[in-house]
């Protein structure tokens, strides 16, 4: 069974950068289309950004399109999340979640898709 742990959370003013990581344990993320999700205090947990095994296709929200990058190192067994110009508005708990993916471009936008999820980091933003 995959495990997914992520990292690299933190506090940061509005218009820098973090990077997150989903690293996974217990198997190989090379056969899983990754998602990132997040989710605000009072909300519901809303897709970010999601990947296709093959790192070939991406996909993002419109809120983050142009700002965030999503990609992965299948050899490191990790997803990233690049995240510049961070926005208030980008505070939230964010989480991994791992598909098992027959089609090496599948990219899953909806959390009901996804068999495995990390614990979740937390992003905030100050204005």
């Known amino acids: 069974q995959v495990q997914l742990r992520e990292s690299g959370g933190g506090l940061v003013q509005a218009g820098g950068s973090l990077r997150l990581s989903c690293a996974a344990s217990g198997g190989t993320l090379s056969s899983y289309g990754i998602g990132w999700f997040r989710q605000a205090p009072g909300k519901e947990r809303e897709f970010v950004a999601a990947?296709?095994?093959?790192?070939?296709?991406?996909y993002y929200a419109v809120s983050v399109k142009g700002r965030f990058t999503i990609s992965r190192d299948n050899a490191r067994n990790t997803v990233y999340l690049q995240m510049n110009s961070l926005k208030p508005e980008d505070t939230a708990v964010y989480y991994c979640a791992a598909k098992y993916a027959l089609y090496r471009r599948n990219v899953y936008t909806e959390a009901y898709d996804y068999d495995y999820w990390g614990q979740g980091t937390q992003v905030t933003v100050s204005s």
């Open positions: 990947i296709s095994w093959s790192g070939g296709n991406t």
